[in-house]
Structures are given as structure tokens and as C-alpha cells.
């Protein structure tokens, strides 16, 4: 897990004890708690909300839990939608790092990413790794690629999940660490990213671990390095980048919950108990740990705290890769 996220973890809230505990009658209700996810069916985001939305229930006190995809604009779309919201505790949203990153790669956006939203918890974070074509790229490791792709400029391509997004990004931070030239080709989803990189239709990209996992054991990709600070115990063989000779290499993709803004803090806090409660019963834990996902719930004040941070470091990424868009 990287070094922001680590340091999140020693604001964990003091008051999230209550976590464990059963929440109070007033706090049950009939009515349902809405899921927004900006994103579409099938997405890391919306695996993990499904992995964990019967558990979400339950510490819930039985209020039923409905996940809607609002997928659109890189996130744009369901988080406009998540902004409007009334702020009683019956609308939320799971976003990740593509919430912090839309402000400074669009032109304009509808809402602002800060103050029209109330921060409830980051929840874990999901490794990423920069795998390679085999058929298409005889490079090994992370020494070897960077020979390469030196040795021929501008000859290789590398896909990403579409213009501005936290896989772009890590492809145009990966560029400039190893001071290289790459085509970038923007798809339109992780899927259709990954199908043309096993089909040997673009030679590299960054995917999200559990998206890649099967392909590089089958052998059909081949995995040069982890993007994060650490390996990760979901795939220990694999070194990071950092460690083989780009230090400051240091991204990865993480997930939180959010609700509208000016959600009362009694809310706040029934919404992150029950979402720790859920995410540390066994099967969520088995869940994400199949998926390879990290989860470290941190507090409201530290989800702040770190958005702000993450805004500030990928405006500064963006804007050297020349990331606009409208």
C-alpha cells in the first residue's frame, strides 16, 4: 500500500469501536440505502460493492442495500448524481482515485469535488501492474523494457481505460520515470483494454491486479512489475517497479465511500460502522483478499486529508503529461 494511504491509517477513527457494535433502532430503517457507483457493472469498484453488499446489509440492522451502476465521463456522471442527493443517509457513493483525478484533467465539471461531498471512509486500495504482451515484447523485467522501448522510440503502444483516468495516468507516469516514448491508446473500458492486450492488438499497459491475474498465469500477459510501493501478498513474486530501479514509481488504485454533502455527522458515523463491520466478517475479508485487494478502513477526518493530497498529486501529473479534456 502506498505511503499516503499508510499514513491514513494512523488517523483510523477512535470513535470507529462503535463499529462493532450493534447500531442503534433509530439508525435501522426500511427505506433503502442507495449505492451510487459512477462506474459500470463488472468494475473493480463494482465487484467490491457486491462482494460486500449482503454484509452491508446485515450491519445495517436488515435496511436493504441497492447498488446503482451510474457509469459516464470518467465518474462525471455518478458523482453529479451522488452531489444532488438529499443528505439524510439513504444516498452514498463508492468512488475511486478517477474522483480525484476528473478536476484536473476536464475542462469543467459540475460539482466540486471537494466541498460537495462528505468524506466517510477510504476503504482499501487495489493493486496495479504493468503487464506486457509476451508474443509482442521479449522484455523480462523493468531494465529490459526500458532498453527497449529506448532502442525503438515511439514503436510501442500502451492502453489505458480511457483519456484521464487513474490507468492513463500511471502509464504517462511510467513514461516519464523511465524518460521513454510510448503511444498511448485509450479504450473505453478495462475489459476491451485487456482483450486487445492479450490479443496482441497494443504491447503494454497498467491493468488492476485482479483483472490480469488469470491472464498471467495462463501465460497469456506477462507481468514486468507492480505499480505500488510494496508487493502484494496477492501475488508475491512479482517485484515492484520501484525496486528494480524506478524509486519514485508509486501508484495504485483505491476505493471510498462518500455521501452528499453536508451529511449529518450521526450519519457519517452509522454509514462507516457499518461498512467496517462489513468489510472485516470473514467472507468480505475472503473476498477481497481473492480479489487482491488490501482493505484499511481510515476515518472520515483521514479521507479528507488524502483527497486532498491525491487532487494535489495527480493535477501535478496531469498537467506534465498534458491531460486535458473537455
Known sequence: MNSSISRRAAFNWVAGTCATAVLPAWAQSDRPLRVILPVGAGSGVDTIARAAQVQITKALGGQPVVIENLPGAGG??????????????????????????????????????????????????????????????????????????????????????????????????????????????????????????????VELGVVALPAAQGHIKSGALRAIGLCGKTRSPAAPDIPTIAEQGLPNYE?????????????????VKRIHAAFVTAFNTPEVKDAMARQGNTINPGSPEAAALYFRSEMSRYAILAKKAGITLD
Open 76 to 201: 462525471i456522471t455518478g458523482a453529479s448524481s451522488l452531489a444532488k442527493a438529499l443528505p439524510d443517509g439513504l444516498t452514498i457513493g463508492i468512488v475511486s482515485n478517477n474522483h480525484v483525478i476528473n478536476p484536473a484533467v476536464y475542462k469543467k465539471i459540475p460539482y466540486d469535488t471537494l466541498a460537495d461531498f462528505t468524506p466517510i471512509s477510504v476503504m482499501g486500495s487495489t493493486p496495479f501492474v504493468l503487464v506486457v504482451n509476451p508474443a509482442k515484447v521479449a522484455a523480462k523485467n523493468v531494465k529490459e523494457l526500458i532498453a527497449l522501448l529506448k532502442a525503438k522510440p515511439d514503436g510501442y503502444n500502451y492502453a489505458s481505460s480511457g483519456n484521464g483516468t487513474v490507468i492513463h495516468l500511471a502509464g504517462e507516469m511510467f513514461v516519464d520515470e523511465a524518460q521513454v516514448v510510448i503511444r498511448h491508446i485509450p479504450y473505453k473500458s478495462t475489459g476491451a483494454m485487456v482483450t486487445d492486450l492479450v490479443g496482441g492488438q
Open 251 to 267: 501508484i495504485e488504485g483505491w476505493f471510498a465511500v462518500i455521501g452528499p454533502a453536508k451529511l449529518p455527522t450521526e450519519q
